[in-house]
């Protein structure tokens, strides 16, 4: 069965900064475009981030852009997502998600998903 794995989520103060993973064991990603999403309590999952398969085209959601990085090692089988000026709304469960032929923010275009990293964000 093919699945993502998340690491590097953990408790920061507001302001912090923190590094999410995504990788897999089981395919290479640098076939596929990557999404970072995250679930908040009581609300629905939504997307932050993604790369293409290349790395030559990312997109951010606007409560995002100018905080967060995405970025990929397609050599380590890796992507990133860099995580700076933390605030408490940006607390919540982070996956990554593959999809094979579509680049966007849109949960319902990725096929293969992670099981999640807990980020929280609070003083």
């Known amino acids: 069965q093919l699945q993502l794995v998340e690491s590097g989520g953990g408790s920061v103060q507001p302001g912090g900064s923190l590094r999410v993973s995504c990788t897999t064991s089981?395919?290479?990603?640098?076939?596929?475009?990557i999404g970072w999403f995250r679930q908040a309590p009581g609300k629905e999952r939504e997307g932050v981030s993604c790369?293409?398969?290349?790395?030559?085209?990312?997109n951010y959601a606007d409560s995002v852009k100018g905080r967060f990085t995405i970025s990929r090692d397609n050599t380590k089988n890796m992507v990133y997502l860099q995580m700076n000026s933390l605030k408490p709304e940006d607390t919540g469960i982070y996956y990554c998600?593959?999809?094979?032929?579509?680049?966007?923010?849109?949960?319902?275009?990725?096929?293969?998903w992670g099981q999640g990293t807990q980020v929280t964000v609070s003083a």
């Open positions: 089981r395919f290479s990603l640098h076939d596929y475009n």
């Open positions: 998600a593959a999809s094979w032929t579509r680049f966007s923010l849109l949960e319902s275009h990725y096929d293969i």
């Open positions: 790369i293409s398969d290349s790395g030559r085209s990312t």
